[in-house]
């Protein structure tokens, strides 16, 4: 690159005045420093799971952006207020399609990168341009939740109970604490069921007895746990070793024996082992 | 897996010396430190912090249980147990130690009385005697905690189990299980008790409101 300017340096030297001689003037004068600390810092944030996608996608969002701020005001007379209550729409969706985005950019086991995605999402869909009345609403707070469920791969007849727990009326406001409490849990939810879908496949070919005694034992385990006392959790984790799984897989079997198998389905499995964690939620009031 | 010190009376040491304790201006070569008990014990450990004694002999006074009237005697049970190599150097010097019931002459059972007779030859010490004098009881046989039936679960058996063949992968099985397991208890316990809040929606929850109907 210093080769190919040095012809033309001692030549035309008084046209090219403007434009800078060195790398650093060149970056200053166009601004990528700020540009790229900017999204760096965002980054940092957020800390995405797939830094580069983030990237990609907030350079196309600033782009976006700044055409966007171009074209906004070419918007004159007309039929202003259809085209506003249209543009509110556009505006409200992707509201939330960016708090999503936000939330899925790190993992709920992340959990302070988790909570501070949490908290941007948040006052985004808090914010009300018009300023009427600030707050998270109900109804996009349900919609919210189900669209999480959706989008981690969860069947809408499997989510439909815990959207039921925990979902608002659409006239109430939402506070933090609950925002994010419902957020985790469809999180939570949702690697629960891909969780319940790789143990189906281990245990696809086997007796539904047998599938209902690796189910017994999970509830087992999680009935033990109930009182919260610290030893409680070594004596749940105790009943969970493969030793004692495969006792009780050998028990199901020798038990199921006599009668003729039949075979549990996918979705069966599912509900059963939703059932199980959705038991576990409290109800919102 | 006793752990039941017994109150006892430490006496102050007494020095044994010839001459006059006031008068003479050699320093005493031997201490006496007596400890009584209320009651006969049995003693499982003696354990005191050693502050430049040399050697230390451990005397028990005993009460025969059949036959309480008869006199106590005294015996040896500890002759001679040096606590520091060489007098005159500081090894042991200020070390902490224990007398295990194992290590004595005699069965230390029904004690009412110990002797502590302290020995330092060496000149270079100003004064010597033993601190926090400690006196252990034998426990009784069931002082077990009560240690739960999964307790003894934790380390996997050794032998291999008669499994029937087509059993899916307990390895696998079990980790899956695990985990989701672990799941619902972050769900649970991440449970908030914030309640939902109402708009207020430019004061139609005024009393004054309400229909009269």
Request: glycine content about 6%; some cysteine.
């Amino acid at each position: 690159m210093a080769n190919s300017l040095q012809p033309g340096v001692g030549g035309a030297t008084d046209s090219r005045s403007s434009k800078p001689d060195t790398e650093s003037e060149f970056l200053t004068q166009v601004g990528a420093g700020a540009v790229l600390r900017g999204a760096l810092l965002k980054l940092l944030e957020i800390r995405s799971e797939d830094p580069i996608g983030f990237l990609a996608e907030h350079f196309q969002n600033l782009a976006q952006s700044l055409e966007n701020g171009d074209s906004g005001c070419a918007v004159e007379g007309g039929n202003k207020k259809q085209h506003q209550q249209a543009l509110q729409e556009f505006e409200e969706q992707k509201q939330h399609s960016r708090a999503l985005w936000h939330l899925t950019q790190a993992h709920h086991s992340q959990r302070s990168a988790f909570n501070n995605n949490v908290a941007v999402a948040f006052s985004l869909l808090s914010r009300d341009d018009r300023k009427r009345k600030p707050g998270l609403k109900g109804r996009v707070y349900t919609e919210l939740l189900r669209r999480v469920c959706r989008d981690g791969g969860v069947a809408e007849p499997v989510s439909a109970p815990l959207i039921k727990k925990l979902r608002c009326q659409d006239h109430e406001a939402v506070p933090f604490d609950l925002f994010r409490h419902g957020v985790l849990a469809c999180f939570v939810f949702a690697d629960f069921v891909r969780k319940s879908r790789s143990l189906f496949e281990t245990v696809s070919q086997s007796d539904r007895s047998l599938c209902r005694a690796v189910l017994g034992s999970l509830r087992d385990a999680l009935e033990t746990t109930g009182c919260s006392h610290p030893a409680r959790y070594l004596e749940a984790s105790a009943k969970l070793t493969p030793g004692r799984l495969a006792q009780a897989m050998d028990r199901a079997q020798t038990l199921a024996s006599g009668t003729p198998s039949t075979l549990m389905s996918q979705e069966e499995f599912i509900e059963e082992a939703s059932a199980l964690i959705i038991s576990r939620v409290k109800l919102v009031s | 897996m006793c752990d039941n010190i017994v109150a006892c009376t430490v006496k102050t040491p007494v020095a044994l010396q010839i001459g006059d304790v006031k008068t003479d201006t050699a320093r005493p070569g031997v201490f006496v430190i007596d400890v009584t008990f209320p009651h006969s014990v049995n003693l499982q450990e003696i354990s005191f912090k050693n502050y430049y004694t040399a050697f230390v002999m451990v005397r028990l006074q005993k009460v025969d249980p059949e036959s309480p009237e008869s006199a106590a005697q005294w015996v040896t049970c500890l002759r001679n147990r040096c606590l520091m190599p060489s007098p005159h150097t500081e090894e042991g010097s200020q070390d902490y130690f224990s007398i295990y019931r194992q290590q004595m002459l005699m069965e230390p059972d029904n004690v009412t009385s110990i002797r502590l007779i302290l020995r330092q030859p060496s000149s270079v010490w100003l004064n010597f005697f033993l601190e926090d004098i400690k006196i252990t009881e034998c426990g009784t046989e069931n002082s077990e905690k009560n240690i739960p039936s999964w307790f003894s679960n934790l380390t996997p058996e050794e032998q291999p189990m008669n499994l029937q063949a087509g059993l899916p992968d307990p390895e696998k099985v079990s980790s899956s299980i695990q985990q989701m397991w672990a799941l619902t208890e972050v769900m649970q316990t991440n449970q908030t008790s914030a309640r939902v809040g109402r708009f207020d929606v430019d004061g139609c929850y005024d009393i004054n409101l309400l229909s009269y109907t």
